[in-house]
């Protein structure tokens, strides 16, 4: 994401003459050590670079800087490839090897799709959520560039024109190509971003425009100042105050696993050697950053069937430099397939991690922890957003725990806890 901000910075930044180059060299930049499926936001300003070579007969100057940010750009990979074989004791390009799983073993049975799929909609909806009004303004830029131009007939040369659609179709690019696939993960909109705010950027100066016209044809023009004004002001602070609400829900519904682990922290809590023990809740494990060093984290089986994390190696001797990076936890596979020795029996857990929601059905695998007082204590409890009996409203923002709100409407909770396994007398 940050390295498409800079990329598309530079593109767009013609002062002292054209940035393709570093243009160029961000963005590949970004695919070669990010995810290299973010290089394709490169190909309208490509086009556009072509298109001026042609039309000004600078062929040498563009190929020029073309082959100047390539080269850049392979520079950059030519050190993550030697980086890359210092750690992982082996010749591999990462980025190549990232394409080949994801499109060319796709086709075998393998590749993104055995994670799960999504409907057409889901990048749709997750925008309008996160974004709301920024991302309707986001997929509205090209529409309104077509009516200023064609429709209004605005003064515009066609090089400036062409500009401003170039500017907007990384965007629909990637959104086009992302809702094609059937693997589907709000991560994957990351490098959207930036073309989303320049996007909306562009659409806003749009309707700005048309708004504080003074033509009068325009029926903007006879609109009070103070009345646009108003409009204007009420548009953005809807947005934001969106935004926030949006924001607001989502931390006090969902912020449960970033802080049960605290008292983990506390002297005497733990010893080397103490398990974290994690059944249904694994996929909400945030990080082992999060426990005290020789605690570690483990798995017990739960309905999950598919393949879970492995543990990096902690050999010291005989292995040379760094060879968690480079030596591969038994059992992993590249099918999803899963592997029974990543669990541990739940004899071995000092602490377990679990969630329980009134009402929810129970089984052999995944039993209420939290209700078996008789093993487990609390040591940390947070409330956490019980989805299943939570209506619309209350799983899409904060809606707040007020007597006078309706029922129907209230959020409505579960529990997030931190369990000690009780000591035997």
Same mark, same amino acid.
């Given at each position: 994401?940050?390295?498409?901000?800079?990329?598309?910075?530079?593109?767009?930044?013609?002062? #002292?003459?054209?940035?393709?180059?570093?243009?160029?060299?961000?963005?590949?930049?970004?695919?070669?050590?990010?995810?290299?499926?973010?290089?394709?936001?490169?190909?309208?300003?490509?086009?556009?670079?072509?298109?001026?070579?042609? $039309?000004?007969? !600078? #062929?040498?100057?563009?190929?020029?800087?073309?082959? *100047?940010?390539?080269?850049?750009?392979?520079?950059?990979?030519?050190? !993550?490839?030697?980086?890359?074989?210092?750690?992982?004791?082996?010749?591999?390009?990462?980025?190549?090897?990232?394409?080949?799983?994801?499109?060319?073993?796709?086709?075998?049975?393998?590749?993104?799709?055995?994670?799960?799929?999504?409907?057409?909609?889901?990048?749709?909806?997750?925008?309008?959520?996160?974004?709301?009004?920024?991302?309707?303004?986001?997929?509205?830029?090209?529409?309104?560039?077509?009516?200023?131009?064609?429709?209004?007939? $605005?003064?515009?040369?066609?090089?400036?024109?062409?500009?401003?659609?170039?500017?907007?179709?990384?965007?629909?690019?990637?959104?086009?190509?992302?809702?094609? $696939?059937?693997?589907?993960?709000?991560?994957?909109?990351?490098?959207?971003?930036?073309?989303?705010?320049?996007?909306?950027?562009?659409?806003?100066?749009?309707?700005?425009?048309?708004?504080?016209?003074?033509?009068?044809?325009?029926?903007?023009?006879?609109?009070?100042?103070?009345?646009?004004?108003?409009?204007?002001?009420?548009?953005?602070?809807?947005?934001?105050?969106?935004?926030?609400?949006?924001?607001?829900?989502?931390?006090?519904?969902?912020?449960?696993?970033?802080?049960?682990?605290?008292?983990?922290?506390?002297?005497?809590?733990?010893?080397?050697? *103490?398990?974290?023990?994690?059944?249904?809740?694994?996929?909400?494990?945030?990080?082992?950053?999060?426990?005290?060093?020789?605690?570690?984290?483990?798995?017990?089986?739960?309905?999950?069937?598919?393949?879970?994390?492995?543990?990096?190696?902690?050999?010291?001797?005989?292995? #040379?430099?760094?060879? #968690?990076?480079?030596?591969?936890?038994?059992?992993?596979? *590249?099918?999803?397939?899963?592997?029974?020795?990543?669990?541990? *029996?739940?004899?071995?857990?000092?602490?377990?991690?679990?969630?329980?929601?009134?009402?929810?059905?129970?089984?052999?695998?995944?039993?209420?922890?939290?209700?078996?007082?008789?093993?487990?204590?609390?040591?940390?409890?947070?409330?956490?957003?019980?989805?299943?009996?939570?209506?619309?409203?209350?799983?899409?923002?904060?809606?707040?725990?007020?007597?006078?709100?309706?029922? !129907?409407?209230?959020?409505?909770?579960?529990?997030?806890?931190?369990?000690?396994?009780?000591?035997?007398?």
């Amino acid at each position: 994401m940050y390295t498409t901000t800079l990329g598309i910075a530079a593109f767009l930044d013609w002062r #002292g003459g054209l940035r393709t180059a570093q243009g160029l060299f961000w963005m590949l930049f970004g695919a070669f050590i990010g995810w290299p499926f973010a290089a394709v936001m490169i190909i309208p300003f490509m086009a556009e670079e072509v298109m001026l070579a042609v $039309q000004g007969r !600078q #062929g040498i100057e563009s190929a020029t800087r073309i082959v *100047d940010g390539t080269v850049r750009s392979l520079i950059a990979l030519g050190l !993550q490839f030697c980086i890359d074989g210092f750690f992982y004791k082996i010749i591999a390009c990462v980025p190549l090897n990232i394409v080949w799983y994801n499109v060319v073993a796709a086709t075998s049975g393998k590749g993104p799709n055995i994670y799960g799929t999504e409907p057409w909609h889901f990048y749709m909806r997750n925008l309008l959520l996160n974004f709301n009004i920024w991302f309707l303004l986001a997929l509205s830029a090209l529409p309104l560039l077509l009516v200023q131009t064609f429709i209004r007939r $605005q003064s515009a040369t066609k090089q400036s024109w062409l500009r401003a659609v170039i500017f907007v179709s990384p965007f629909y690019l990637w959104l086009a190509i992302f809702t094609a $696939q059937p693997h589907k993960e709000e991560r994957f909109m990351y490098p959207l971003y930036p073309a989303l705010a320049l996007n909306a950027a562009i659409a806003s100066h749009t309707i700005l425009t048309y708004i504080g016209s003074r033509n009068p044809r325009d029926l903007a023009s006879r609109v009070p100042r103070k009345i646009k004004f108003f409009i204007t002001g009420a548009f953005v602070v809807t947005a934001v105050v969106a935004g926030l609400w949006r924001t607001l829900g989502t931390v006090t519904a969902y912020g449960a696993p970033l802080s049960v682990y605290k008292p983990l922290q506390e002297p005497g809590m733990t010893r080397p050697g *103490d398990t974290v023990c994690l059944g249904k809740e694994w996929y909400r494990f945030p990080s082992s950053y999060f426990l005290p060093n020789g605690v570690r984290a483990k798995f017990v089986k739960s309905a999950f069937k598919g393949l879970l994390p492995g543990e990096f190696s902690e050999a010291k001797v005989g292995f #040379g430099f760094f060879p #968690g990076s480079w030596l591969v936890p038994p059992g992993m596979n *590249d099918e999803n397939i899963e592997d029974p020795g990543k669990y541990t *029996d739940i004899s071995h857990c000092s602490f377990m991690v679990d969630s329980y929601f009134p009402g929810s059905e129970t089984s052999e695998l995944e039993p209420n922890y939290i209700l078996d007082t008789h093993t487990w204590e609390k040591l940390s409890c947070k409330p956490f957003l019980d989805a299943a009996r939570t209506s619309t409203i209350g799983r899409l923002g904060w809606v707040p725990d007020w007597s006078f709100v309706p029922e !129907q409407y209230r959020r409505h909770w579960g529990e997030y806890c931190l369990l000690r396994r009780r000591t035997t007398k």
